[in-house]
């Protein structure tokens, strides 16, 4: 019988930790986890995450309800990242984002302004990643260790009151037709851009 990925009950007797969630022991452990965070309970998974979480910080105008959020939340995940800021409407689609923005911490911000006052609160500088005039490659720049990548909706882009909270703007070479790219591309490649600079492999 096809039972999918993960691992299946944990045979008796069962470890004695307390990070271990009983129900997953007793039936497996089918989420999308590394192996090392099989059978922990969400609490302890986070509880660990919060120990490594890099200064790194990601924001999403929320205005269309668009899928590519639940794609950017899932690869912030997986850079482990600071904290995730919606921006706009409260309810996002979680589709993409695979339950994983349960192992994040998740804020909601109404409108530019209020996340722009967060963001000075938290000392955090604010980078838009948009091909709006004014940007400069993010190929040739060094993003600051505690910045918050900021990304707009799939098909408007960065709204004009978010780009005025940014102290810059960067934007990905692109040298096709098309006008922009996949925002959980775009957004995947922006992040990878601030490992780079912050955490090289060598170091």
Known sequence: M?????????????PDDPRLDVGLLAEGDRRNVVDRFRYWSVE???E??????????????????????GSIVRTA??????GIHIIGRRRW?????????????????????HFRAAMADLECRVVGVDNLPGSVP???????????????????G???ELVNACERLVAIRQDG??????????AAIAMYSWRRDQQPPNA
């Open 177 to 186: 037709s098309t006008r922009s790219m996949n925002a959980g591309a775009a």
């Open 77 to 82: 995940n997986a850079f482990n990242v600071a």
């Open 138 to 156: 993010i190929e040739t720049t060094r993003l600051p260790a505690r910045c918050c990548l900021v990304f707009g909706s799939e098909s408007l």
């Open 48 to 69: 660990e995450l919060d120990r490594s979480r890099v200064p790194l910080r990601v924001a999403i105008e929320n205005w269309e309800h668009d899928f590519n959020i």
């Open 158 to 160: 960065l709204s004009p």
């Open 2 to 14: 096809e039972v999918g990925p993960g691992v299946g009950p944990h045979p008796r007797p069962w």
């Open 44 to 46: 302890a998974i986070v």
């Open 93 to 113: 689609n979680r589709r993409g984002a695979m339950v994983t923005d349960r192992y994040l911490h998740v804020h909601h911000h109404p409108d530019a302004e």
